[in-house]
């Protein structure tokens, strides 16, 4: 394995460590059943998506 020959300096780590920031979620209320979820996504809860039931919740379980 190559070796490196010069230790980086602790700027040049950090400088490469300021895109490590995480994006808070983007969480939406659901118009059915009013929990949270994911824009564009089926609701975890009552599995409604464009106003219509696309997840059978329960029934299968
Ligand atoms: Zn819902």
Known sequence: MALPKRRH???RGRKRRT???ITPLNVIECSHCHEF???HHICPA???YD?????S???EA
Do not use: F, I, N
């Open 9 to 11: 300096s602790r700027a």
């Open 37 to 39: 979820r994911l824009p």
């Open 57 to 59: 919740k329960k029934e």
């Open 46 to 48: 009552c599995g409604y």
């Open 51 to 55: 106003g219509r039931q696309v997840l």
């Open 19 to 21: 895109h490590w920031t």
